[in-house]
Every structure is written in C-alpha cells, then in structure tokens.
C-alpha cells in the first residue's frame, strides 16, 4: 500500500520554473517506478515523464521535453518534477503515480496522489 502526496503547484507566468513534489508512504516505496501525468481542462490525461526505481532510466514527454526534468530521492521517498520555461499549454492538474515496474502505460501504475493545479498565465 502506498500512499502519494503532491505539492508545489501554483500560478505562475510564462517562462518561469516551478518544482513539484510527491512524497510517498510506505517502507517499499523506493521500490516502485515513479511518473508524473498531467489533465488540461477539457483534455484526456497524458504522461509526462516516468523515473525507474532506482533513477537510472527516464522517460520524457515530447512536449515537454528539454523544459521538464524527473528526479527521486529515495530515502526522502520523494519524486520531483522540475519544470522550466513554463508555457500557458502546461497548465493541467498535475498528478503523481507508482507502478510495480516501469511502464509509460497510465494502467500501469497502482497508486496515485490527489493532484496538484500548475497555472500558467501568457
């Protein structure tokens, strides 16, 4: 069982860079692979990146790729989403997920956090 906590949203211009968090429970968290998905109003859910369990492999969306960065630091049991030159289109409600093995497949993960809203305004 795990449970997910994000954080660090807000409203902020374009261009500028804002750093989620999504903490996690559990003695194994570490042991699962971490992504981060986001959902625009009116828009399907996407992927937008995902980080193996040890951090060693990632996948970055093409949208964002070159602005977004995934990291994790696994004896805080965190996983962050470090997001620069922001743009109006990344504005979605930003979610955080564990799966059991590494997957770009949202059914893959087992456990998700509430969200957190990142705004951008032009």
């Known amino acids: 069982q795990v449970q997910l906590v994000e954080s660090g949203g807000g409203l902020v211009q374009a261009g500028d860079s804002l750093r989620l968090s999504c903490v996690a429970s559990?003695?194994?968290?570490?042991?699962?692979?971490m992504g981060w998905f986001r959902q625009a109003p009116g828009k399907e859910r996407e992927i937008v990146a995902v980080i193996s369990r040890s951090g060693g492999s990632t996948y970055i969306a093409t949208s964002v790729k070159g602005r977004f960065t995934i990291s994790r630091d696994n004896a805080k049991n965190t996983v962050y989403l470090q997001m620069n030159s922001l743009k109006p289109e990344d504005t979605a409600v930003y979610y955080c997920a564990a799966a059991r093995v590494y997957t770009v497949t949202s059914y893959g993960y087992d456990y998700w956090g509430q969200g957190t809203q990142v705004t951008v305004s032009s």
């Open positions: 559990g003695r194994t968290a570490s042991s699962h692979a």
